[in-house]
């Protein structure tokens, strides 16, 4: 009962966070319309975005169970020394990727925005090197927080001895 009660507030979550975004669309496109700005600035927004979700994303869902089960059969100590590097390893890796598009950026839009106009394609280049820095702070700063809370619940999980072999 106590997992179904869980499960029933995770997707409550989920939906109140979709429907926040739904609301935050439709915000967006009765201010913006079918703008050039609003064109330009979700173009801008797609690969730093894409790069996030990738790079964020994919560690995140690897390193927590690796953090829990390193916790419980090696100890607190190893799964900091972890974390550290994992942290490490994705800053070096969102920084090293938010150069390559801050460098690559020249070459990608021209072909991404094949038809926009030379001012919009200027609009959305300048957008894009505004946001850019983002990719940097978001991966390093949300997801890191969030994978740091989701590591906290994996080891009060994993912390007691009746639940230490569930992984299976």
């Avoid at 600035?41 to 975005?49: D, V």
């Avoid at 894409?50 to 995140?60: E, Q």
């Avoid at 990727?97 to 030379?118: D, I, K, W």
Wanted: hydrophobic residues 50%; proline residues 4%.
């Amino acid at each position: 009962m106590r997992i179904l009660r869980a499960a029933a507030i995770v997707a409550s979550g989920a939906l109140i966070v979709r429907f926040g975004g739904m609301v935050k669309e439709l915000t967006v496109a009765a201010y913006f319309g079918r703008s050039d700005e609003l064109e330009a600035l979700m173009t801008a927004q797609l690969l730093p975005s894409f790069m996030l979700s990738i790079i964020a994303g994919g560690s995140n869902s690897s390193i927590i169970p690796v953090l829990a089960d390193l916790r419980v059969n090696h100890g607190k100590s190893e799964a900091k020394k972890l974390m550290a590097n994992a942290a490490c390893l994705e800053g070096a890796l969102l920084l090293a990727v938010t150069l390559l598009l801050a460098l690559t950026a020249p070459m990608l839009f021209p072909t991404l925005c094949s038809g926009f106009s030379q001012e919009k394609l200027m609009t959305t280049e300048r957008i894009f090197y505004w946001l850019l820095p983002a990719l940097f702070f978001r991966g390093s700063g949300p997801a890191g927080q969030a994978r740091r809370g989701r590591a906290r619940r994996a080891r009060t999980l994993f912390h007691r001895p009746h639940h230490a072999n569930l992984g299976g």
